[in-house]
């Protein structure tokens, strides 16, 4: 099974900018989705965004415009670019693969923590 493993989160103001990476022990090519999703404090896991095998992206309403998903198959590397940071951005963020692109897969990473101060 491929592990995936966050990085580039950190602590920002808002306004500001962050690029999660999202980096995998095999290919990523394989599965039809990947995904970000995030867990604010006291909140339930939600889509963050999500990219096809084709590049096809897609996002939460609350993300649009601010956010974009990219992914590099050769390097084996899922992307999350946030600009304008809010503070309800606040919220551990994950990523996901998904094998057959009909939701989360069962393989996450652990997570990278983004906290966003005004």
């Known amino acids: 099974q491929v592990q995936l493993v966050e990085s580039g989160g950190g602590l920002v103001q808002a306004g500001e900018s962050l690029r999660l990476s999202c980096v995998a022990s095999g290919s990523i090519f394989r599965f039809n989705a990947m995904g970000w999703y995030r867990r604010a404090p006291g909140k339930q896991r939600e889509l963050v965004a999500t990219?096809?095998?084709?590049?096809?992206?897609g996002y939460a309403d609350s993300v649009k415009g601010r956010f974009t998903i990219s992914r590099d198959n050769a390097k084996k590397t899922v992307y999350l670019q946030m600009n304008s940071l809010k503070p309800e951005d606040t919220a551990v963020y994950s990523c996901?693969?998904?094998?057959?692109?009909?939701?989360?897969?069962?393989?996450w990473g652990r997570g990278t923590q983004v906290i966003v101060s005004s």
């Open positions: 996901n693969a998904d094998l057959y692109g009909l939701g989360p897969g069962d393989i």
């Open positions: 990219i096809t095998k084709g590049g096809a992206t």
